[in-house]
């Protein structure tokens, strides 16, 4: 089983579409007549079920596996290979977004600066650009143990994760080293990987946001209980 089969597997009870009303609701508060978006660090495009029906939508990821799988769920819409740090195309969006706290993986401060920048770079003047945190320093718990169990006809997957944190070069990391356990009717396969995720505060969104030209709306609760940082372009 690829990566991007496994992710759609681990994450297919995640209510995606219950996510995109939500998302839609917020681009209609703040940009009523938004009709384009592109959302970086797509994933397998699941956002996008919901979404391509009320905006033309084009998604972007650095993992040329997702945008396989992606592509093959969504043939209607256009998916490119980039990365958010940087991240150019030739064209602005009434709404770029950035969920699943993929904004974690730019890991220090510099970079998240550097990669909401390159992100508004591609929001059209009074568009808004949205961003799922990762979790912050201070609710981030070492230690604990997360467990997921799917099963279906053809396939068991087993994944256990645990959480560590570090610090380097005065950066405040997340470390996620996940195990999985995955067999079907012929074999079982083992294999491990991790996942480091930059730690930052609300205040470094926001300075960053700032810094980027929004003027940022903050909506505590969000998608999954990490809030949402949205921001309306001002020129």
Known sequence: MDKAARYDLIYRSKDYDHEAKLIDGLIRQ???????????????????????AHYQCKGVD??????????????????????????????????VMCLFS?????????????AIKTMGQHVARRGVLIVEPWITPQNF????????????????VVRMNTSKRRIEDGNDISRLEMHYMIGDADVIETFSETHE?????????AQAFSA????????????????????????
């Open 30 to 52: 703040y940009q009523p007549n938004a009709t384009s978006l592109l959302d970086v660090a797509c994933g397998t495009g699941s956002h996008l079920h919901y979404l391509k």
């Open 62 to 95: 650095i993992d040329p596996e997702m945008l396989t799988l992606a592509k093959q769920k969504h043939p209607d819409v256009p998916f490119y290979e980039g990365d958010m740090l940087s991240l150019y195309m030739a064209e602005r969006f009434d709404v």
């Open 102 to 114: 993929a904004i974690g993986y730019v890991k220090t401060p510099t970079n998240l600066q550097r």
């Open 141 to 156: 718990r070492t230690g604990d143990k997360g467990l997921t169990v799917v099963e279906t006809p053809e396939v068991n």
């Open 197 to 205: 995720l930059g730690l930052f505060s609300n205040e470094m969104y």
């Open 212 to 235: 980027a030209g929004f003027e940022l709306k903050l909506d505590h609760n969000g998608l999954a209980g990490r809030g949402l940082f949205v921001g309306v372009k001002q020129n």
